[in-house]
Every structure is written in structure tokens, then in C-alpha cells.
């Protein structure tokens, strides 16, 4: 799904969800948002390599301690980076061992974003 049609699906929801005294980074970090998914786009992260071992990745990663996990819930889709089950599991263990010999996770998913709009599987209208 391109980042044009999840805005109109969910354009009108989070008007009415975000409270109007709070912006949209805060209404994300708090759970506002609700759940932001897209089943396409991390079936096609599934078909990149693990960006740690370059083995498939068949177990993509939402990135932990950035600030956008609400209550109960994960960050967007659209921010996964592609993990084996081993790598992943590594991060899970020591994040900051993981990100010390591999970079910064929030670098891979945007990493990973620049591909998708680059090879057409995200755009913008």
C-alpha cells in the first residue's frame, strides 16, 4: 500500500483521534495513532537481505527506544528493518552491543524507506 493511499484511509480516523492541542509526534509517542500497519510493505521487507548478517530476512525488526511506541502498541510499519530471526533475537538481547557493531536502528529503517520510495514501493502524490 503507497503512502498516498494509507493517507486517505487514515486521514479523517486521526483528525478525530488526536486530541487538537496535541501534535502529531506527541499523539504518536502517547498511542494516539492507534496502530499503523501495512502488510505489503513488510512482505516486500522480507524479501531484502538482514541488513547485520545479509542472510534473509525473514523476521523484520520495529525499532525499539525512539520514541514512538504508544501504550501496548509498536511503531509504524513503514519504520522495519529487515532482521533474521538470529540477528533479531541478538538486538532483542543487547541493543546497544547490536547497535554499536551494526548503526543505529532508526538509520535502518530510514535506510530501508529511501529503498522502498526508490524503487516504487512507496510514493508520494
Known sequence: MCVAV???LYEDQLKK??????????ALALGYTGRIED????DWVKTLPCVSCER????PH????I???GMGSKVPD?????LCRN???ALHHNVKGWEEVNGQQIWHAAVTMLQAIYEGRMHFD
Open 56 to 59: 534473509p530476512s525473514d523476521d
Open 87 to 89: 540477528c533479531h533475537d
Open 17 to 26: 483521534l488526536i486530541p487538537p492541542h496535541m501534535t502529531f509526534a506527541q
Open 6 to 8: 494509507f493517507k486517505s
Open 67 to 69: 520514541g514512538m511506541k
Open 78 to 82: 513503514y519504520l522495519v528493518i529487515p
Open 39 to 42: 502488510r505489503a510493505y513488510m
Open 62 to 65: 520495529h525499532p525499539t527506544g
